[in-house]
């Protein structure tokens, strides 16, 4: 068993959507969460960085971690066609982003 | 773009070479990570440097070693190349601090053959 588990994908959805990603993971010295975008040939570009459990929002985006479920969720509202590319969740144990374990990625379509 | 620039963009290597990867963090980022991404998975993280010495590693061999810079800039080096090595091999720099965002060069990919 991997130690964060997240769904490849693809997923594929119309504009405007309600997205939700996930990862489940089984480290519980996790505390620091994030989720990645990254975009064809490019490197991830943070989107979201929560610490322990809660939700926390920015504009479209809404990040949710449920520490006693080892359960991390990403929502994107009124979703986008420049939505489009591979999330990937990360986390660690330790703060200053070190040793960051990160799940393979899904990969989002979203059509006009 | 981030201020975290990587070089070269792409390389061709044979199995059993050396190869020297290069990445330059972004401006007064004192703290460069390097992670290894196979096709359709996630980043490894490989290790992390900060203030020129190592600060953690990953489940890799050896034979990936690495340096920082006083300007903070980092290389990572592979000896005896395998076929498994061929990835996208990504930097990013931050501050050694909690809750604060680590910015990702756009990765050097490297092929083993």
């Known amino acids: 068993q991997k130690e964060v588990e997240q769904d490849p994908g693809p997923l594929s959805v119309p504009e405007g959507a309600i997205v939700s990603l996930n990862c489940t993971y089984s480290?519980?010295?996790?505390?620091?969460f994030m989720w990645y975008r990254q975009y064809s040939r490019k490197g991830p570009e943070l989107l979201m960085y929560?610490?322990?459990?809660g939700n926390k929002e920015d504009g479209r985006f809404t990040a949710q971690v449920d520490k006693s479920s080892k359960y991390i969720s990403l929502f994107i509202r009124d979703s986008q066609p420049s939505d489009s590319a591979t999330y990937l969740c990360?986390?660690?144990?330790?703060?200053?982003?070190?040793?960051?374990?990160f799940g393979a990625g899904t990969r989002l379509t979203v059509k006009p | 773009e981030t201020g975290v620039t990587q070089s070269p963009t792409h390389l061709i290597k044979t199995r059993g070479q050396q190869v020297t990867l290069r990445c330059s963090s972004q401006?007064?980022?004192?703290?460069v990570s390097w992670y290894q991404q196979a096709l359709g998975q996630g980043p490894q993280f490989i290790f992390q440097?900060?203030?020129?010495?190592?600060?953690g590693r990953g489940n890799f061999p050896p034979r990936f070693s690495g340096l920082q810079f006083p300007n903070y800039s980092s290389e990572l080096n592979v000896n005896a190349l395998e076929l498994d090595d061929s990835a996208l091999y990504l930097c990013?720099?931050?501050?050694?601090?909690?809750?604060?965002?680590?910015?990702f060069g756009q990765g050097t990919r490297l092929t083993v053959v």
């Open positions: 990013a720099s931050s501050l050694p601090v909690d809750n604060t965002e680590a910015f």
């Open positions: 480290n519980s010295a996790f505390q620091y």
């Open positions: 929560t610490y322990s459990s």
């Open positions: 990360a986390m660690s144990a330790m703060g200053n982003n070190n040793d960051m374990r």
């Open positions: 401006s007064g980022h004192n703290t």
């Open positions: 440097y900060y203030r020129e010495e190592e600060n």
